[in-house]
């Protein structure tokens, strides 16, 4: 099904939109569990994403309406500093209030949002959101500011607003996507390089596992706490800022100061899974596909059995790819515990994989995955196309 922004704002606001803007989701390619231990990450903007469509209004109100949900919230300007409640419209409010706090005065916009990002998924629909709103309200009243600065305000917002303690990888990605390219980012300096990505003829199969991850956050800690045990440990002998300033050689001189199974496994998994996102960027510079699809099959391993944050579902879908013909790479993408799996698939293949896969899912795991195919997409921009106020809301 299509639904068109514009006819469905002038439905709810009796006016026209101004101007309908996109921004993307994110996946991670690879690279996980090591943003926190000074090491790369390589996520990449995806075809799945927010449309935002924005009025200015004349009565010093925020309206706040998606297709996605049933509530519309409204909020009088003077009260932005404030949380709604525990709703999805807190994003594009702490946003505003990064704004006003930044000395610009705004005072009332009719916004209208629609995403076909699974909420909950790790695709990052709240950094989508964020940066949806930073990015339309910039460019609408012509602000100035940076893509970096709008990075930073929304990773303000998750921070300090909503409450989450996550790193900028998120809104980075989708703030500076470019399509057919990943981001080699080092998340702690910000300084990156643009990998050309050239799928061919594969997409990236984007699976949902479904599943609540209600273990992610309390994981992630402890996870985090094991890489800082085992690189006190490691301190003992040389002196390291983050486990990643090892290679995998020089790791092995020193890896008898861990003494704990686990904490090894830990620390193992952080620098290989490092030295892999050096070793995948050299794969796509050449055009190795074959090669990339290993590493990802590579990753998702050591998640899995050194890391300990992948799951059965995440595993089921993982190794249904490894028997499947038109897959040469996949691994879970995230946190963990839930959420997503990507896979490299080849065209040709979407109807037959998506049914094989569910029909495996379900055996397997009791219900079934949602599956998404997408290409790497751009960053946020203005719609001028009528064509692209349509959006399709079905998955593969």
């Known amino acids: 099904m299509n639904i068109n922004l514009k006819e469905k704002f002038a439905a709810h606001y009796h006016k026209n939109a101004d101007a309908v803007y996109f921004?993307?989701?994110?996946?991670?390619?690879?690279?996980?569990?090591?943003?926190?231990?000074?090491?790369?990450?390589?996520?990449?903007?995806?075809?799945?994403?927010?449309?935002?469509?924005?009025a200015p209004n004349h009565d010093n109100k925020f309206r706040f309406k998606s297709l996605n949900f049933e509530i519309e919230t409204i909020v009088d300007s003077n009260v932005?500093?404030?949380?709604?409640?525990?709703?999805?419209?807190?994003?594009?409010?702490?946003?505003?209030?990064?704004?006003?706090?930044?000395?610009?005065?705004?005072?009332g916009i009719d916004f209208l949002f629609y995403g076909n990002i699974p909420i909950g998924s790790g695709l990052s629909s709240s950094a989508s959101i964020e940066i949806a709103t930073a990015y339309a309200l910039n460019s609408y009243f012509n602000l100035g500011y940076s893509k970096l600065e709008l990075v930073k305000m929304a990773k303000n917002v998750e921070n300090k607003f909503i409450g989450l303690n996550s790193g900028i990888m998120d809104q980075f990605a989708v703030a500076f996507g470019e399509k057919n390219k990943a981001i080699v980012l080092d998340c702690e300096t910000l300084k990156y390089k643009m990998i050309d990505v050239h799928l061919g003829n594969y997409v990236l199969a984007i699976i949902n596992t479904n599943k609540l991850r209600e273990l992610a956050d309390s994981k992630y800690n402890e996870r985090v706490a094991e890489c800082q045990t085992a690189l006190k440990q490691l301190n003992e002998e040389i002196t390291l800022h983050y486990l990643c300033e090892l290679n995998p050689e020089k790791f092995a001189l020193h890896s008898h100061l861990i003494t704990d199974r686990v904490i090894l496994n830990r620390a193992t998994h952080v620098i290989k899974e490092n030295d892999r996102v050096h070793l995948a960027a050299k794969a796509l510079n050449e055009g190795n596909l074959e090669e990339f699809g290993r590493l990802m099959y590579a990753s998702h391993e050591s998640l899995k059995t050194l890391y300990e944050v992948s799951?059965?579902?995440?595993?089921?879908?993982?190794?249904?790819?490894?028997?499947?013909?038109?897959?040469?790479?996949?691994?879970?993408?995230?946190?963990?515990?839930?959420?997503?799996?990507?896979?490299?698939?080849?065209?040709?293949?979407?109807?037959?994989?998506?049914?094989?896969l569910t029909d495996y899912y379900v055996d397997k795991i009791g219900y079934p995955a949602a599956i998404y195919i997408s290409e790497i997409g751009s960053g946020p921009y203005l719609i001028t196309d009528a064509n692209h106020y349509k959006m399709n809301t079905q998955s593969a």
């Not at 999805?88 to 930044?102: L, R, S």
């Not at 990507?342 to 109807?351: F, P, T």
């Open 23 to 54: 921004t993307p989701g994110r996946v991670n390619l690879i690279g996980e569990h090591i943003d926190y231990n000074g090491g790369l990450v390589m996520p990449c903007a995806i075809t799945l994403g927010t449309w935002v469509a924005i």
């Open 80 to 107: 932005l500093n404030d949380k709604n409640g525990g709703i999805w419209a807190n994003y594009p409010i702490g946003v505003i209030n990064e704004f006003i706090k930044d000395g610009k005065e705004i005072t």
């Open 311 to 356: 799951g059965k579902e995440l595993d089921a879908i993982v190794d249904f790819c490894k028997n499947y013909k038109g897959v040469i790479g996949a691994r879970m993408t995230g946190a963990g515990f839930g959420g997503c799996a990507i896979a490299l698939l080849e065209k040709g293949y979407e109807d037959d994989f998506a049914k094989h």
